[in-house]
């Protein structure tokens, strides 16, 4: 069983940064790969960015391109995301997923089975 345990979130103004961790346990090959998602209010969720820890691959959403970096240390149990220039349209509940079927790659919440609990992040203008 995999266990994600976010932290980070925060309030911010435009144009500032924050730093979000995803601490992960149980079996690494159920956690292969480890995205990031976000959820604003009345809004779809939306895949941010996903790390493949096995090669350090990556792969972001156009949204975030060039703002957001994800990032795992390396005893592969700790996911960053690092979040820069943020906006006020970045606002929503962030979540880390897990998931080990390949199409986790595509940043579709369908093939990710765990989930953390969320934490808030909050920009103003």
């Known amino acids: 069983q995999v266990h994600l345990v976010e932290s980070g979130g925060g309030s911010v103004q435009a144009g500032g940064s924050l730093k979000l961790s995803c601490a992960a346990s149980?079996?690494?090959?159920?956690?292969?790969?480890i995205a990031w998602f976000r959820q604003a209010p009345g809004k779809e969720r939306e895949g941010v960015a996903v790390?493949?820890?096995?090669?350090?691959?990556?792969q972001y959403a156009h949204s975030v391109q060039g703002r957001f970096t994800i990032d795992q240390n390396g005893a592969k149990n700790t996911v960053y995301l690092y979040m820069n220039n943020l906006l006020p349209e970045d606002t929503a509940m962030y979540y880390c997923?897990?998931?080990?079927?390949?199409?986790?790659?595509?940043?579709?919440?369908?093939?990710?089975?765990?989930w953390g609990q969320g934490t808030q992040v909050t920009v103003s203008s």
């Open positions: 790390i493949y820890t096995v090669e350090w691959n990556t």
């Open positions: 149980g079996p690494a090959d159920s956690r292969q790969y």
């Open positions: 997923a897990a998931g080990q079927d390949r199409r986790s790659w595509f940043l579709q919440d369908r093939w990710y089975n765990y």
